[in-house]
């Protein structure tokens, strides 16, 4: 049995016709198909990128840590994963290109661990600012998702704002610059 692909018609017309249409349903077919993948893969990586113990995040507050995670592995390929704990946080050993960030409200414990090139955009004292003073004071009036939110938006906007600015001349690098010169143009030949 042969497979006939070629589109039956009375005229020639209808015969392109057919074969666009062929064309045009297969495209749309291949479309969704990949839209639908991409959809489930979606689903799976954000579902390992937000572990909630607690069961205290609203949907809005998991919608909005999902647009991060999401945002950070689009904009800047760093992986994310955010856990809130019941218990105290375990010694972590991430992936080197992992952001991780670990929060314990009855503990009133957070972690955080920047992959290398992430932790020198956001400087040191950034760092430590989240971590030693941004939570102070939210665990007990449980306003700890409010205060993640605002430290995700944070992060953001720091690395946005360093993959925005353009690159800046220090004066060592001019004076290093002016110290090359040409051996050929140079008035003492060796």
């Known amino acids: ?10 005229s020639r017309k209808e015969k392109v016709l057919r074969l666009l249409g062929m064309i045009v349903i297969f495209a749309i077919v291949g479309w969704a198909f990949w839209q639908n993948n991409e959809r489930t893969l979606e689903k ?17 507050d998991r919608d909005f840590i999902n647009g991060f995670i999401r945002s950070m592995r689009s904009e800047f390929g760093v992986k994310t994963k955010v856990h809130i704990m019941t218990g105290k946080i375990p010694e972590i050993t991430p992936d080197s290109k992992e952001l991780f960030i670990g929060l314990s409200p009855e503990y009133e414990q957070v972690v955080f661990y920047f992959p290398g090139l992430v932790r020198h955009a956001l400087g040191a004292n950034f760092i430590n600012d989240l971590k030693h003073n941004h939570f ?9 998702p409010v205060t993640l939110q605002t430290a995700l938006a944070m992060i953001w906007e720091k690395l946005i704002s360093v993959d925005s600015s353009p ?18 143009s140079s008035p003492v030949k060796e």
Do not use: C
């Open 44 to 60: 799976l990586q954000g579902r390992n990128s937000i572990w909630d113990q607690t069961k205290s995040l609203s949907k809005t």
């Open 1 to 10: 049995m042969a497979l006939n692909i070629v589109p039956k018609g009375n």
């Open 167 to 184: 690159p800046q001349t220090t004066q060592q690098q001019e004076d290093y610059n002016s110290d090359l010169h040409d051996p050929e």
């Open 136 to 144: 102070t004071g939210n665990f007990k009036n449980d306003k700890w």
